[in-house]
DNA sequence: ACCAAAATTTTACGCGCGGAAACTTTGTAG
DNA sequence: CTACAAAGTTTCCGCGCGTAAAATTTTGGT
């Protein structure tokens, strides 16, 4: 018998003739191989041993599984199955210049919105191989600076943040949005980051704004005075516009209130508007679901009724699509953000950036829906 | 002049000499001070030389700053701020066996309630010294036995989980937890971790049955056929051995429905409970405040009204202190957790553990307050 | 069957820190 | 002042992996 080609090929032929040969011991054989296989990897060089490819290569494989080639990668995903061996990430992230990691910061989490729109940015950022990390300033300035300061350890990738708004320290987020690529989301911010993708808040006041008139009387609008979220202004802007637009007197009205407990502003607010010269419309659009949840509790505890029924006495819409609104009493009619494009506009932008692509849009704006319902 | 003493104290005593001559030009100095201070530190040996401490010592003072002496603690921290270093938290934990990370697992952050009690921990951890990384399992085991296995990872020092419950991996938690200390809260697992910590839902029933019975009709329970969570079957339990003392017959509303949507699922079998036979009693007691919550919503939708008033056709209950059940329409009677003593019990327990303290007991259970409002 | 390009292997170094060992300085007590 | 333990310094090694360069092998197409 003649041996032709490289050494390797030989070593393949002969080891397969080698197993043919022993085939009927295999189930002598087999226990002793599980038993090997038992012996623990505790590295990336243990595992390249054991799958019988260089350390190198299974770096760069964990690195982009596509910067290997098919073949190899289909030997190192077996060993992987086999051995359940995963790469330490602290060591990993050690060298790295860029970790895959990804700060997912909302100003509050408590906020049913809020969650829901973190854990859908959660699952895209999981999905596209990056691991994000939640966080919440639960309505807190300080808090957020100290998420941004802890976060700089982690070397992350990119961040992905829906500020606090007025009272989030611009000058700290621009400062790590310089270092880290940064994408803002529901709240905006002038000048920072790479891209801003939200609601288009004033369209929100002429949509729901157009629906009130069209059904009834034109409404007043119902805020906070001093509100921490930019988008409110936007939406007292839209909903004057939308007056303006229709021939209406636009009337705002303003209610004391700090932080981030908007029900229960709401409640106070509209007790105490109530109690007074009451609202100077018998339909309220709310600048927010919370407080509008709030203002239905107050008119509630003053047994006002609530709705657009001929034997109701005032008419409430929020902006939102709080996942509750659909359970008040009655269901709150209000304008729905586009969670899913948001999120999926953040999660893209970011991901895209660090890909390479270039930003088209520094800012997006999505629109809402009108969501009809009982209390208006 | 002669020189006495071990070298350094004779550098100490030139040092000072020289620098009381040179006080003079302290402004010129000190420019060319802030300079060097610029100097990049780029890691602890930097850092060490900066600040004229041996590494090693530095290493010990971020390990745990009581280690280091009392004055070579604050030349460090007063090192720390003129040059605002810290140390790289990848290659801390890479060689560290017990790093500072703390996983904290809730089954959902979309509940108020968890994100509520989420908060409470995460806070609690950070004032402990500890980095907690908050995971919500969105009422899906396999999320949640993902977020178990990415944590492995991670090295934590501990685990504060609020398990899914009936639909959790146990052996997965368990395994995980033999591993990891690990506090369980909330949702009680037999046997597995260090301890349990979360309310008596059994007292629950009695202490509201006792209240409704006291006010009115004997309650109905209604709940969910299949809780996913074991809290509501403990809740059930105490319903009927209330009702049972105080010689009543317990009658127990099940209605289907899966997952985590709980308003939905009370709205939509209330629909179906009224539209049929009815409720057995005109006192309805609901497994928690967001079943409650679905359900008052469906009175509304039948105009039924709900309340304690003589007015009123039915008295609905919840269970939770749910952070929205002060808003419902009308406010929610219901039994308060107590978020404060959970979530200190769940920290506490698990540092303790951590710093060597024994375990004193497996199952801490709290007592719920009544809160009285218009619903029942 | 041959050859250039692509992929893999070999070899070697470094990241920033933890931690051990042997030694020196410091603080405190007798 | 001496003695001694505690704290700090020096020196060294290793963790698990990223990454670069050079040598080698494999691949794909002619």
Same mark, same amino acid.
């Given at each position: 018998?003649? /041996? ?98 990804? =700060? ?9 919105? /809020? ?26 300035? @300080? ?25 989030? @320290? ?14 803002? /989301? ?17 369209? /929100? =006041? ?100 609530? =709705? ?69």
């Amino acid at each position: 018998m003649l /041996f032709c080609g490289n050494y390797k090929s030989v070593l393949d032929f002969v080891a397969r003739q080698v197993f043919d040969k022993l085939r009927k011991f295999v189930s002598i054989i087999e226990p002793k191989a599980t038993e090997a296989m038992e012996t623990k990897i505790r590295n990336m060089e243990d595992f390249a041993k054991a799958s019988g490819i260089s350390r190198p290569t299974i770096s760069k494989y964990f690195n982009d599984p596509n910067a290997v080639r098919n073949t190899t990668r289909e030997r190192i995903e077996q060993a992987l199955e086999t051995y359940d061996y995963r790469p330490n990430i602290f060591a990993m992230n050690q060298n790295r210049k860029l970790t895959r990691n990804i =700060g997912v910061v909302v100003p509050s989490l408590a906020d049913p919105f /809020f969650a829901e729109i973190a854990r859908n940015v959660e699952r895209r950022c999981i999905d596209a191989g990056y691991q994000p990390t939640l966080y919440s300033a639960h309505g807190n300035r @300080d808090q957020e600076v100290e998420i941004l300061d802890s976060l700089r350890s982690l070397k992350p990738a990119g961040l992905l943040i829906a500020p606090l708004g007025r009272s989030s @320290d611009k000058a700290m987020i621009e400062k790590f949005s310089q270092k880290v690529p940064t994408v803002l /989301f529901d709240s905006y911010l002038p000048d920072i980051g790479l891209s801003f993708g939200g609601s288009d808040n004033f369209q /929100f =006041g002429r949509l729901i704004v157009d629906y009130l008139c069209r059904t009834g009387t034109p409404p007043c609008f119902f805020e906070m005075q001093n509100p921490s979220n930019p988008n409110a202004n936007k939406r007292r802007q839209g909903y004057i516009a939308a007056m303006e637009a229709l021939g209406h007197t636009p009337q705002v009205v303003s209610v004391t209130g700090e932080g981030w407990n908007f029900e229960e502003i709401g409640r106070n607010g509209g007790l105490e508007v109530i109690d007074s010269d009451g609202f100077p419309s018998d339909t309220v659009l709310c600048s927010n679901d919370r407080l509008a949840i709030g203002l239905i509790s107050a008119c509630f505890a003053r047994k006002i009724p609530v =709705g657009f029924e001929s034997d109701s006495a005032i008419r409430i819409a929020g902006m939102d699509d709080h996942p509750f609104s659909r359970f008040t009493c009655p269901p709150l009619t209000t304008i729905s953000q586009d969670y899913e494009a948001i999120s999926k506009h953040a999660v893209e932008t970011l991901f895209g950036n660090l890909e390479g692509d270039e930003i088209t849009d520094k800012v997006v704006l999505f629109e809402g829906n009108l969501i009809m319902r009982k209390s208006a």
